[in-house]
């Protein structure tokens, strides 16, 4: 299974950014994919999930500011960042779990693969 996120760079405070997601090796559909960040010094926070059956999650603090678009027949998953913050600056992982339904999807350690990253920086 291999993860690839793409899109990262450097915004100004405000402005919109779009980061993708290519998986492969992922049998079916019925998996988790989910977004997560690392800031410096911090420890990697949950930012948003799409389920396997269409829901999707996001944390509060990027609730109404991100969007989450899943393609199953090109089996990526791509986070629409808009209203950027410096605050949001951070590594940003995307993650992937087996199991259908996972007891926790804001918990990292429920996620069996994990991308490389890719650096989002917003400028004040």
């Known amino acids: 299974v291999r993860l690839v996120e793409s899109g990262g760079g450097l915004v100004q405070a405000g402005g919109s950014l779009r980061l993708s997601c290519a998986t492969s090796?992922?049998?079916?559909?019925?998996?988790?994919l989910g977004w997560f960040r690392q800031a410096l010094g911090k420890e990697r926070e949950f930012v948003a999930a799409s389920k396997w059956n269409g829901a999707l999650q996001f944390a509060d603090y990027v609730k109404g500011r991100f969007m989450l678009s899943r393609d199953n027949t090109k089996n990526t998953v791509d986070v629409q960042m808009n209203s950027l913050k410096p605050e949001d600056t951070a590594v940003y992982f995307c993650?992937?779990?087996?199991?259908?339904?996972?007891?926790?999807?804001?918990?990292?350690?429920?996620?069996?693969?994990w991308g490389q990253g890719t650096q989002v920086t917003v400028s004040p």
């Open positions: 090796g992922l049998t079916g559909n019925t998996y988790t």
């Open positions: 993650a992937a779990a087996r199991r259908n339904f996972l007891i926790s999807y804001t918990d990292p350690k429920e996620y069996d693969y």
